[in-house]
């Protein structure tokens, strides 16, 4: 564990407040409810004495921050590789393999991507999850970035919820796109089904935006880039769902396996092999919390996916768009 200790002076402008709310204000590297438990503990005192959270301030007072980081991650530490496309002392992208689960869970206890950050960094178990600030579906490929320091995992959390991290995605949907477009449609949990989420109305879903571009076009397929302006979960999934376009190998939002007619032996088996949703995070940008530095890192499109667009793109060369 890590000793931390902090002395500041409540400033005059947070005379009136509460002890926790300025004390949030103070230290924002460190969540509210942890902060709330040190004032309770003793770990955090005001003028050398031990004082409620709810406490009411005049400005001016000695706060004093002396506590343990315990671990917030109870997993353990395994020796699963990881693609590590940058690391510095604040932050590591990665670029992780479809079949990888993010986080321990039901059904998946151990063998995630968490497992394995711990045995990279073990440290990183002070962080919440590990560092994981975003996450990708198990079977969906590509960059993820992981905070090393509780300030960058503050920052990087505020990022996020304020969009300011691009992350941009390629994806193989169902139908022949002619264009791009946007869908703009808040998602909930769906309804009979706690695994699914789905398109709801404003009253019972959160806002969601996702951009698509068409970057080629095959009989019955089309080869997409994705944008998103929010991070919901199963979102891009959800949405091309929802406007009829699925991404190929979707188990949950797919509808099953579709051929085109007379299709290629080659792309028969591709389309039949390909048990996985058909999409990777190739692309992510952002400003370092830590250097301000911008970054942006890219991950060349996996083997499978790879595979599949060449049988769809050879599928075309023998029939042409005229068979559609």
Not at 102 to 111: E, I, K, S
Request: net charge negative; charged share 25%.
């Amino acid at each position: 564990m890590t000793t931390i200790r902090h002395e500041a002076e409540v400033p005059l402008a947070a005379a009136g407040r509460r002890f926790d709310q300025a004390l949030a204000e103070m230290f924002p590297d460190y969540s509210r409810s942890r902060l709330s438990g040190w004032i309770k503990s003793g770990a955090a005192t005001l003028d050398g004495a031990q004082v409620p959270p709810r406490q009411l301030l005049r400005g001016g007072e000695r706060v004093c921050l002396e506590a343990e980081l315990e671990n917030e991650v109870a997993s353990a530490p395994e020796a699963i590789a990881l693609a590590i496309v940058h690391e510095d002392e604040h932050l590591l992208v990665l670029d992780k393999p479809a079949g990888l689960v993010v986080h321990p869970g039901a059904g998946n206890p151990a063998g995630t991507l968490l497992n394995a950050l711990l045995h990279h960094d073990p440290k990183l178990a002070e962080l919440p999850r590990a560092g994981i600030v975003h996450r990708l579906d198990k079977d969906t490929s590509g960059l993820m970035v992981v905070a090393k320091t509780l300030p960058v995992h503050t920052a990087l959390v505020d990022l996020l919820s304020r969009h300011e991290v691009e992350r941009q995605y390629e994806a193989v949907v169902l139908g022949t796109l002619v264009a791009g477009g946007t869908v703009d449609a808040p998602i909930g949990r769906g309804m009979g089904d706690r695994l699914r989420q789905a398109v709801r109305d404003e009253e019972d879903g959160k806002r969601a935006v996702t951009h698509y571009r068409l970057r080629e076009r095959f009989r019955a397929h089309s080869l997409i880039q994705c944008n998103l302006e929010t991070g919901r979960t199963h979102q891009i999934r959800v949405h091309l769902a929802h406007i009829h376009h699925p991404l190929v190998g979707d188990p949950l939002y797919g509808g099953g396996l579709k051929l085109p007619r007379r299709a290629t032996p080659e792309l028969v088996a591709a389309l039949r092999g390909f048990r996985r949703q058909a999409l990777h995070a190739e692309r992510l940008a952002f400003v370092h919390p830590a250097t301000h530095e911008p970054l942006a890192f890219g991950a060349g499109r996996p083997a499978d996916m790879t595979a599949l667009i060449a049988a769809m793109r050879d599928d075309l060369a023998v029939h042409g768009h005229d068979d559609d």
